[in-house]
């Protein structure tokens, strides 16, 4: 046996060759963990969908060995470099060249260490017991691979089950991405086998070692290395942007031993805390592409990379490797973002940005007053709860870059001060400005006039001192405009008032909380007029609007049960709460939903609303309101439209006098024909009350009031007024279904409850 193979580029070799004699295989510290032992994302169809990559790299060489074990099969191409003497550094094929070298020790502990020295030399067994496998990406990773390769390969002393149990594995390992993927690659591996009951695993081990092939690719030292550095694996997929990025950076041929050890380091602290907070990930890779994105934002003030009118997401590789063309050629653009690039290329800023995400994430996973304000802005497929910092990491990625790229630059700047706490109230109100930003009829909104885009915030918290970030006046800052995208004051009108007239009022957060508010206290301090209100106004109308948003929960109503029903019903007459087509529901039916409160809250800036809200009795007001509106029409509606708002009237006075809380279910429309006929009991008669069907559910069905249960239950907003028969077959009723007496006692019933109210 050769003691050492000379590797000479564009000639091909068997693993005898790379895993015999003296030669040693070095992932170095450039390149990414060992992954295929986890879920890599692979190409399936036209998808892109998670599979595991070892069992079909198995299956694939058993599948070969078992049609031709003569033949010889070449896995593509391994790029490396000689450095020292003897040791080849593996620039690209390493999840390759691992899984083999775990599948030969695996053989190994099947064929009583017939292989022994293709996984440590006989010359490293009299000294430190080296494997021909080194890796250098981190000293637990090359510690584990070593002990792995003694103890369960050689020595055979424990099962692939036993691993994490053994007294040479470290609690510390489990915080290693690649020495994770190999335990689970082993698993694989020995599940795999068990399929083959029949392998002779002497006969397979030969052909592993004689008949698997590579071309070797000399990239003659590291820094050309890393200059080179391509894409190439089985699956044929590209390499992640980390994975392409670390190479890049660490291979800049200007760094010394030194600093290249310090960053490497950096680096590794960077994959460890990914790795840490992965969450349901199955590598640190996802995490940090999301870190190398933020980063890149902010650098370049811009969110996508364009290519004519298309966008595209950023393509972090290229971004370290040199600045995007258009910014070399755009004077205009260059001032906005080319001035940043070296800065953004360097290693120490990155690290700066690094430092700082850990510290945001920290600070809010220890402050329950963050925590409620960011929880305010939650999507649903964020964590309810950021006590911890795995929940605060996933969090924040999946929030908008309006709020976490700012936090992240703040902190950044200025550390994790106190004032971090009430720069995140900031964001949340300039966030709801975005949210908030357009009205029902697709306008740009009040608050859409307010939002700064967080182009401009980074700009604003780069050209400001801490004491200013909040006041700053973007008119006298030089403030570089991005295209198509408005400058619109950041220190506001609201921002002003608020500085000068609610430092003494204690509840103050309280208020801005709130749900319909979210930090803008317009509505409270302003009038739809323009009229502005003094703070004892400004107290009023927010004790006011607190009483009309709990109008729409069934729990804060309980004590105002007579308010809750008028509100609503006060809602409908003024058309806030509008009457329309019902989903899924016959075209010729129209109603609408009595308790459900419109998502956008510009409502509460309405007429109808501010109306309200500096009444002494609101409850009054809005009575005297309905009846000066509805008492026109009520007794004989003219429309469809008429006749549910006028029902409606009926249903609330009536449930009201008895103390009933009329009730909130809004997933039922209360609706009607919309040819008015077609709501009597009997189509040929005049209008009646007591000839009317009104109040019927129509959302998601066709048939009216389904069952006598429901039917009969006063409470429910699709019962009827007085005591009317239940109608089964309301499509085929005639004259028959009803008589007359019965209507002219119904209709008398409902024309008392009018009269007593609107007499």
């Given at each position: 046996?050769n003691k050492?193979?000379k590797?000479?580029?564009?000639?091909?070799?068997?693993l005898?060759d790379l895993?015999?004699?003296?030669?040693k295989?070095?992932?170095?510290d450039l390149?990414?963990d060992y992954?295929w032992?986890?879920?890599a994302y692979?190409v399936?169809?036209?998808?892109?969908?998670?599979q595991?990559l070892?069992s079909?790299?198995?299956k694939?060489?058993?599948?070969?060995?078992e049609?031709d074990?003569?033949?010889?099969?070449?896995?593509g191409?391994?790029?490396g470099?000689?450095?020292p003497?003897?040791h080849?550094?593996?620039c690209d094929?390493?999840q390759?060249?691992t899984?083999?070298f775990?599948i030969l020790g695996v053989i190994?502990?099947k064929?009583?260490g017939?292989?022994d020295h293709y996984?440590?030399s006989?010359?490293?067994?009299?000294?430190d017991y080296?494997p021909?496998?080194?890796?250098?990406i981190?000293?637990?990773?090359?510690?584990?691979?070593s002990?792995?390769?003694?103890?369960?390969?050689?020595?055979r002393?424990?099962d692939?089950?036993?691993?994490?149990?053994s007294?040479?594995y470290?609690?510390e390992?489990?915080q290693d991405a690649?020495?994770q993927s190999v335990?689970?690659?082993?698993?694989?591996?020995?599940?795999?086998?068990e399929?083959?009951?029949?392998?002779?695993?002497r006969?397979f081990?030969?052909y592993?070692?004689?008949n698997?092939r590579?071309?070797?690719?000399?990239?003659?030292?590291?820094?050309?290395?890393?200059?080179?550095?391509?894409?190439?694996?089985?699956t044929g997929?590209?390499?992640?942007?980390t994975e392409?990025i670390?190479p890049?950076?660490?291979?800049?041929?200007?760094?010394t031993q030194a600093p290249?050890?310090k960053?490497?380091?950096?680096?590794e602290e960077r994959?460890?805390w990914f790795?840490?907070?992965?969450g349901s990930?199955k590598?640190?890779d996802n995490?940090?592409?999301?870190f190398?994105k933020?980063?890149w934002?902010?650098g370049l003030?811009?969110e996508y990379?364009?290519e004519?009118d298309?966008?595209?997401p950023?393509?972090i590789?290229?971004?370290?490797l040199?600045?995007p063309?258009?910014l070399?050629?755009n004077?205009?653009?260059?001032?906005l973002s080319?001035?940043n690039?070296?800065e953004?290329?360097s290693l120490?800023n990155l690290n700066?940005?690094f430092m700082?995400?850990c510290s945001?994430?920290?600070a809010?996973?220890?402050?329950?007053r963050i925590?409620k304000?960011?929880?305010?802005?939650?999507k649903?497929e964020?964590p309810?709860r950021?006590s911890?910092e795995?929940?605060?990491?996933?969090w924040l990625?999946?929030?908008?870059?309006?709020?976490?790229l700012?936090?992240?630059?703040?902190?950044k700047?200025?550390g994790?001060?106190?004032?971090l706490y009430?720069?995140?109230r900031r964001?949340?109100k300039n966030?709801f400005?975005?949210v908030?930003?357009?009205?029902?009829?697709?306008q740009l909104?009040?608050?859409?006039?307010?939002y700064?885009?967080?182009?401009?915030?980074?700009?604003?918290?780069?050209?400001?001192p801490?004491s200013?970030?909040?006041?700053?006046?973007?008119q006298?800052?030089?403030?570089s405009?991005i295209?198509m995208?408005?400058?619109?004051d950041?220190?506001?009108?609201?921002?002003?008032w608020?500085?000068?007239?609610?430092?003494?009022?204690a509840?103050?957060?309280?208020?801005?909380?709130h749900e319909l508010?979210?930090?803008d206290?317009?509505?409270l301090r302003?009038?739809s007029?323009?009229?502005s209100?003094d703070?004892?106004a400004?107290?009023?109308?927010w004790?006011?609007l607190k009483?009309i948003?709990?109008?729409?929960?069934?729990?804060?109503?309980s004590?105002d049960?007579?308010?809750?029903?008028?509100?609503r019903?006060y809602?409908?007459v003024?058309g806030?709460?509008?009457?329309g087509?019902?989903?899924?529901c016959?075209?010729d039916l129209?109603?609408?939903?009595f308790?459900?409160?419109?998502?956008m809250?510009?409502?509460?800036?309405?007429?109808?609303?501010d109306?309200?809200?500096c009444?002494e009795?609101i409850?009054?007001?809005i009575?005297q309101?309905?009846?000066?509106k509805?008492?026109?029409?009520?007794r004989?509606?003219?429309?469809?439209k008429?006749?549910?708002?006028?029902?409606?009237a009926?249903?609330?006075i009536?449930e009201s006098?008895d103390?009933?809380l009329?009730?909130?279910?809004?997933?039922?429309a209360?609706?009607?024909?919309c040819?008015?006929?077609?709501?009597?009991?009997v189509?040929?008669?005049?209008?009646?009350?007591?000839?009317v069907?009104?109040g019927?559910?129509?959302s998601y069905?066709?048939?009216?009031?389904?069952?006598?249960?429901?039917w009969?239950?006063e409470s429910?907003l699709?019962?009827?007024?007085?005591?009317?028969?239940?109608?089964s077959?309301?499509?085929n009723r005639?004259?028959?279904c009803?008589?007359?007496?019965?209507?002219?006692?119904?209709?008398g019933?409902?024309?008392?409850?009018?009269?007593?109210y609107f007499?």
């Amino acid at each position: 046996m050769n003691k050492f193979v000379k590797f000479i580029s564009g000639k091909d070799y068997c693993l005898e060759d790379l895993f015999g004699g003296d030669t040693k295989i070095v992932i170095p510290d450039l390149q990414r963990d060992y992954c295929w032992g986890d879920n890599a994302y692979t190409v399936i169809g036209k998808d892109k969908k998670p599979q595991e990559l070892v069992s079909g790299f198995l299956k694939n060489i058993i599948q070969l060995y078992e049609d031709d074990a003569e033949s010889s099969v070449t896995l593509g191409l391994v790029y490396g470099y000689e450095q020292p003497y003897n040791h080849i550094q593996i620039c690209d094929g390493q999840q390759r060249l691992t899984t083999l070298f775990l599948i030969l020790g695996v053989i190994n502990t099947k064929c009583k260490g017939e292989f022994d020295h293709y996984i440590i030399s006989e010359q490293e067994m009299k000294d430190d017991y080296e494997p021909h496998l080194l890796y250098a990406i981190r000293e637990s990773t090359l510690y584990f691979l070593s002990d792995l390769s003694l103890h369960l390969f050689i020595k055979r002393e424990l099962d692939v089950a036993n691993i994490r149990s053994s007294n040479w594995y470290f609690r510390e390992y489990d915080q290693d991405a690649s020495i994770q993927s190999v335990i689970s690659a082993l698993e694989t591996i020995s599940k795999t086998f068990e399929l083959h009951p029949g392998l002779d695993y002497r006969r397979f081990g030969d052909y592993l070692l004689k008949n698997l092939r590579i071309f070797y690719y000399d990239m003659e030292n590291r820094s050309r290395g890393e200059e080179t550095y391509v894409v190439i694996n089985t699956t044929g997929e590209p390499l992640s942007a980390t994975e392409n990025i670390k190479p890049i950076l660490l291979a800049d041929p200007r760094l010394t031993q030194a600093p290249r050890k310090k960053y490497s380091d950096q680096w590794e602290e960077r994959e460890e805390w990914f790795w840490k907070y992965r969450g349901s990930d199955k590598t640190s890779d996802n995490g940090m592409q999301t870190f190398f994105k933020w980063y890149w934002q902010i650098g370049l003030q811009q969110e996508y990379r364009w290519e004519g009118d298309r966008k595209y997401p950023l393509n972090i590789k290229e971004l370290f490797l040199s600045a995007p063309r258009k910014l070399t050629e755009n004077a205009n653009e260059a001032k906005l973002s080319l001035g940043n690039y070296n800065e953004f290329r360097s290693l120490e800023n990155l690290n700066r940005y690094f430092m700082a995400l850990c510290s945001l994430v920290r600070a809010i996973a220890h402050d329950e007053r963050i925590q409620k304000v960011l929880l305010t802005m939650s999507k649903k497929e964020s964590p309810d709860r950021l006590s911890e910092e795995q929940y605060v990491w996933t969090w924040l990625r999946n929030a908008e870059l309006d709020i976490v790229l700012p936090l992240l630059c703040f902190v950044k700047n200025y550390g994790d001060t106190d004032l971090l706490y009430r720069f995140i109230r900031r964001i949340r109100k300039n966030h709801f400005d975005g949210v908030w930003g357009k009205t029902d009829s697709n306008q740009l909104s009040r608050r859409g006039e307010n939002y700064v885009d967080w182009r401009y915030i980074i700009q604003i918290i780069n050209k400001s001192p801490l004491s200013d970030v909040f006041s700053a006046d973007v008119q006298t800052l030089d403030i570089s405009k991005i295209p198509m995208i408005p400058l619109n004051d950041w220190y506001t009108e609201d921002d002003k008032w608020k500085s000068e007239h609610l430092v003494d009022i204690a509840e103050v957060e309280d208020i801005e909380d709130h749900e319909l508010l979210m930090g803008d206290l317009t509505p409270l301090r302003k009038g739809s007029d323009g009229i502005s209100y003094d703070i004892a106004a400004f107290k009023k109308r927010w004790n006011n609007l607190k009483r009309i948003n709990n109008a729409f929960d069934a729990s804060e109503s309980s004590d105002d049960m007579e308010f809750s029903n008028w509100f609503r019903l006060y809602c409908v007459v003024t058309g806030i709460t509008a009457i329309g087509h019902i989903s899924n529901c016959s075209w010729d039916l129209e109603g609408c939903y009595f308790s459900q409160k419109r998502k956008m809250p510009w409502w509460i800036e309405s007429g109808e609303i501010d109306q309200l809200l500096c009444r002494e009795d609101i409850l009054e007001a809005i009575k005297q309101i309905i009846k000066d509106k509805v008492g026109s029409y009520i007794r004989c509606p003219r429309d469809y439209k008429e006749l549910i708002i006028s029902w409606l009237a009926i249903k609330t006075i009536k449930e009201s006098s008895d103390g009933v809380l009329l009730s909130h279910y809004s997933q039922r429309a209360v609706s009607a024909f919309c040819e008015l006929e077609s709501n009597y009991i009997v189509p040929s008669q005049e209008f009646q009350w007591g000839n009317v069907l009104c109040g019927y559910s129509w959302s998601y069905t066709v048939f009216p009031a389904r069952d006598e249960q429901n039917w009969a239950e006063e409470s429910n907003l699709d019962s009827p007024i007085s005591s009317i028969p239940f109608i089964s077959d309301y499509y085929n009723r005639d004259g028959r279904c009803i008589d007359e007496r019965s209507i002219e006692k119904y209709d008398g019933e409902i024309a008392r409850i009018i009269d007593a109210y609107f007499c």
